[in-house]
């Protein structure tokens, strides 16, 4: 893992990911497991391709990911955003395909916090006029 090629951080609600790029055969491997092993959802496997496959990279690069924070499909999201950000660092030419597809901006969408006196962010307790 000491000669990677490109690194680059994805992030997605709390999720935090760590992407090591380098010449390879395809191989990706999130938190020392297998992909398919990692994201049991396909929808999550193909989130995480989407960049390679636009960019007609999917079998040039190995890819080790290490990734924190928050659930599955978040941590899915932080991946694409990781990936598509080395993609860019090894080749300036594909930051224009990534960013029409909106892979390169950090999706922002945070849970909104608990309000004080209230059960939750936006619930209000029931109103009793008597």
Excluded: C
Aim: hydrophobic share 30%.
């Amino acid at each position: 893992m000491a000669e990677h090629l490109a690194y680059a951080t994805g992030k997605r609600k709390t999720a935090v990911a760590r992407v090591y790029m380098k010449p390879g055969t395809g191989q990706i491997t999130i938190n020392k497991k297998p992909m398919m092993e990692f994201l049991s959802r396909e929808e999550d496997r193909t989130v995480v391709k989407e960049p390679l496959k636009l960019t007609d990279n999917v079998e040039k690069y190995d890819i080790y990911v290490n990734v924190r924070g928050s659930g599955i499909t978040g941590q899915a999201g932080a991946i694409r955003h990781g990936i598509s950000r080395a993609l860019v660092e090894l080749d300036a030419e594909l930051r224009e395909p990534l960013k029409r597809h909106g892979f390169l901006t950090r999706d922002s969408r945070m849970k909104e916090r608990k309000k004080y006196g209230q059960p939750g962010a936006r619930k209000r307790f029931q109103y009793s006029k008597r």
